[in-house]
Nanobody
Framework: QVQLVESGGGLVQPGGSLRLSCAAS????????MGWYRQAPGKQRELVAT???????NYADSVKGRVTISRDNAKNTVYLQMNSLKPEDTAVYYC????????????WGQGTQVTVSS
């Protein structure tokens, strides 16, 4: 049973930065593509960024240039560095391994809340 534990969220002012972490236990983490997703109140969960097992990355247009996804396979951890945060980035952030565009390999973790507000 794979467990995903997200951390690093918090309250930050517009323009600020946060680094999110997601630790995955119980899996051969390095062979899987990983993604960060977010869900704002009243909205569907959406893709933020993905990283393949080989390190290739992809970003949603809404965060491109402000966000960097990375991974440390030795620590079974994927990171999301977020800069120049905007109020519209406010959401609960989750990680998972995408199976395809609409399904995922593992159960969702508890997520980490990011609130961007002055």
């Amino acid at each position: 049973q794979v467990q995903l534990v997200e951390s690093g969220g918090g309250l930050v002012q517009p323009g600020g930065s946060l680094r999110l972490s997601c630790a995955a236990s119980g899996t051969m983490f390095r062979i899987y593509a990983m993604g960060w997703y977010r869900q704002a109140p009243g909205k569907q969960r959406e893709l933020v960024a993905t990283i393949t097992s080989g390190g290739s990355t992809n970003y949603a247009d809404s965060v491109k240039g402000r966000v960097t996804i990375s991974r440390d396979n030795a620590k079974n951890t994927v990171y999301l560095q977020m800069n120049s945060l905007k109020p519209e980035d406010t959401a609960v952030y989750y990680c998972n391994a995408p199976r395809d565009e609409s399904s995922y390999l593992w159960s969702w973790g508890q997520g980490t809340q990011v609130t961007v507000s002055s």
